[in-house]
């Protein structure tokens, strides 16, 4: 029982023993204009209306003397003089085993028709940023179950990648694979903005009963509020963290960040930001960072976390884009080209890198990954060459071997989204094909 009711005293030690009042003077979009009540940037609070609902909320700023506020779902039957009641705290997630398994809303409520999960205790959703001391170096490889990504992108426990790709290019069947494959202890995934059709479609298909079991799912849809849409990626990376605080290898992929981060522009500029970049605020940039240092390799536990990032028109130069890829420790590249090949998972490996691979690696599997990637360069050079009929054989060795190497390669990176491989398996295949050719 006092387990149980330790999260309670928890909230009553730290809750401030009186409350704070203000009144709304007006609504504009999703924020809403009061005076008063004396809050912080971040802290809760609560707007009753005129029909005794409650109208839970989050202070995003300052307009003068002024506080606004965001309502966490809607400002419908929100009225001039409702009364705003700043509650002294921040926003929270609750956290436990009792989670795996489960589908949740950004607020840790179930959506899965299962009966409510009662956590153990609960974590700030802003988390707690460690000491780069405190990180311990990434030297242990983490199996994704891709073989394209084992062999020649090879990510370490820890790692931070991003997937990078346009819309319809095969993102969310790719984590899917991860999800069911990979060597981790716990799976937290994370669908920010997503659409809600899509929802049971991902749960059912990509994901499956197999991957389900194991991983956690937190989901906003489109339709909800920038507040929550962001408040995902932060419970996500909240349960992860306190899953790696008890010595678990967590894997967390949060679909996508390119919607985590409209929804911190959209809060941003209701709060008065300057747009910057593509109308993105100066604050974005800066929960973007947060939210990716929150993963990464610790003395007890880790979070690798693979983060889906949405290329307008394939734009590799987007700010976005750009601002993510110097904060991950490396990036896959999805081509819309081999997808309309049908060549599944459609990696550009030649865009893509993994920057601690040398890490990870033993020298023999370098060497033939690189090798590998060689004869891929090679034949990437002269490919318009070779199409148009204008190459003719044994004028370039190299050419040469790399057109012999074309097929074989093609077969070795293509795998079917059912396929399971381990890492052995990959690593074996890749020394049969790099001693084949």
């Not at 959703?125 to 073989?147: M, Q, W, Y």
């Given at each position: 029982m006092t387990r149980l009711l330790e999260r309670y005293y928890g909230r009553i030690m730290h809750k401030q023993p009186w409350l704070w009042h203000g009144y709304v003077l007006k609504s504009v979009g999703q924020t809403v204009e009061s005076s008063g009540p004396l809050a912080s940037v971040g802290e809760c609070c609560e707007i009753h209306d005129q029909n005794g609902r409650v109208h839970a909320a989050e202070v995003i700023g300052f307009r003068g003397n002024h506080v606004l506020?965001?309502?966490?779902?809607?400002?419908?039957?929100?009225?001039?003089?409702?009364?705003?009641?700043?509650?002294?705290?921040?926003?929270?997630?609750?956290?436990?085993?009792?989670?795996?398994?489960?589908?949740?809303?950004?607020?840790?409520?179930?959506?899965?028709?299962?009966?409510?999960?009662?956590?153990?205790?609960?974590?700030?959703?802003?988390?707690?940023?460690?000491?780069?001391?405190?990180?311990?170096?990434?030297?242990?490889?983490?199996?994704?179950?891709?073989?394209?990504?084992?062999?020649?992108?090879?990510?370490?426990?820890?790692?931070?990648?991003?997937?990078?790709?346009?819309?319809?290019?095969?993102?969310?069947?790719?984590?899917?694979?991860?999800?069911?494959?990979?060597?981790?202890?716990?799976?937290?995934?994370?669908?920010?903005?997503?659409?809600?059709?899509?929802?049971?479609?991902?749960?059912?298909?990509?994901?499956?009963?197999?991957?389900?079991?194991?991983?956690?799912?937190?989901?906003?849809?489109?339709?909800?509020?920038?507040?929550?849409?962001?408040?995902?990626?932060?419970?996500?990376?909240?349960?992860?963290?306190?899953?790696?605080?008890?010595?678990?290898?967590?894997?967390?992929?949060?679909?996508?960040?390119?919607?985590?981060?409209?929804?911190?522009?959209?809060?941003?500029?209701?709060?008065?930001?300057?747009?910057?970049a593509k109308g993105y605020t100066p604050s974005v940039f800066a929960s973007l960072a947060r939210l990716v240092e929150r993963a990464g390799h610790f003395t007890t536990g880790s979070i690798t976390a693979f983060y889906t990032v949405l290329m307008e028109g394939d734009d590799q130069q987007d700010p976005l884009v750009d601002a993510a890829r110097s904060l991950l420790d490396g990036h896959v590249v999805l081509s819309r080209d081999l997808a309309a090949e049908g060549w599944y998972p459609p990696i550009a490996i030649l865009e893509s890198i993994s920057r601690l691979m040398p890490a990870v690696t033993t020298p023999e599997h370098r060497e033939q990954a690189g090798f590998i990637r060689r004869l891929m360069a090679t034949y990437a050079r002269s490919e318009d060459l070779v199409r148009i009929g204008a190459y003719k054989s044994g004028a370039d060795q190299d050419l040469d071997r790399a057109l012999a190497a074309r097929a074989s390669t093609r077969t070795f990176l293509m795998q079917e989204a059912s396929e399971s491989v381990t890492f052995e398996s990959t690593l074996q295949k890749l020394a049969s094909l790099a001693n084949e050719l």
């Open positions: 506020s965001m309502p966490v779902e809607t400002v419908q039957g929100i009225r001039y003089g409702d009364m705003v009641e700043a509650l002294g705290v921040r926003a929270e997630f609750g956290v436990g085993p009792v989670l795996i398994g489960r589908v949740l809303n950004a607020l840790g409520l179930p959506i899965d028709d299962a009966p409510c999960p009662m956590p153990a205790s609960s974590l700030p959703l802003e988390g707690t940023l460690r000491s780069p001391l405190e990180r311990t170096p990434i030297r242990v490889p983490l199996a994704t179950g891709i073989r394209s990504i084992d062999a020649l992108l090879t990510v370490g426990r820890g790692q931070r990648v991003g997937i990078f790709g346009g819309s319809g290019v095969g993102k969310s069947t790719l984590i899917g694979m991860m999800t069911r494959n990979t060597e981790a202890d716990i799976t937290v995934v994370c669908l920010v903005g997503e659409r809600g059709r899509e929802v049971a479609e991902f749960l059912d298909g990509p994901l499956g009963v197999e991957g389900r079991a194991r991983s956690i799912v937190v989901v906003s849809t489109s339709d909800e509020s920038p507040l929550l849409r962001m408040r995902a990626a932060l419970s996500a990376t909240t349960i992860a963290e306190y899953f790696a605080g008890q010595g678990k290898n967590v894997l967390l992929v949060v679909d996508s960040l390119t919607r985590f981060a409209m929804a911190a522009r959209e809060i941003g500029l209701a709060a008065g930001e300057p747009p910057t």
